[in-house]
């Protein structure tokens, strides 16, 4: 069992950047696929990026490629999202998630399925003003 916790959610002007942290309780944090996913109010959640779990293999949403990166510390336990030229359309509650090594097994088709991850954090909000 993993428990995540988010951070580093917040308000920022068009064009400006943060970065979000996932905080993973747990030995077996190096054996998880970690992904971030987003919701933005009345829509779906959404894929945004996912690092396998020794970090060799990214995959990123069309929206966000370019602008934004994840990366993970397996030492510390944490999962990023350096979030660069933000928009007002990536306002939205930000997830971490932690699935299986099968999570990646099938590209990024796969590895962008919501049901492809077990745990789940609370989410961090991002506002981005215009």
């Known amino acids: 069992q993993v428990q995540l916790v988010e951070s580093g959610g917040g308000l920022v002007q068009a064009g400006g950047s943060l970065r979000l942290s996932c905080a993973a309780s747990?030995?077996?944090?190096?054996?998880?696929?970690m992904t971030w996913f987003r919701q933005a109010p009345g829509k779906e959640r959404e894929f945004v990026a996912g690092?396998?779990?020794?970090?060799?293999?990214?995959y990123y949403a069309d929206s966000v490629k370019g602008r934004f990166t994840i990366s993970r510390d397996n030492a510390k336990n944490t999962v990023y999202l350096q979030m660069n030229g933000l928009k007002s359309e990536d306002t939205a509650v930000y997830y971490c998630?932690?699935?299986?090594?099968?999570?990646?097994?099938?590209?990024?088709?796969?590895?962008?399925?919501?049901?492809?991850?077990?745990?789940w954090g609370q989410g961090t909000q991002v506002t981005v003003s215009s």
């Open positions: 998630a932690a699935g299986a090594i099968t999570a990646f097994s099938g590209g990024r088709r796969r590895a962008s399925r919501p049901d492809m991850y077990d745990h």
């Open positions: 690092c396998s779990a020794s970090g060799g293999t990214t």
């Open positions: 747990g030995r077996t944090f190096s054996s998880y696929t």
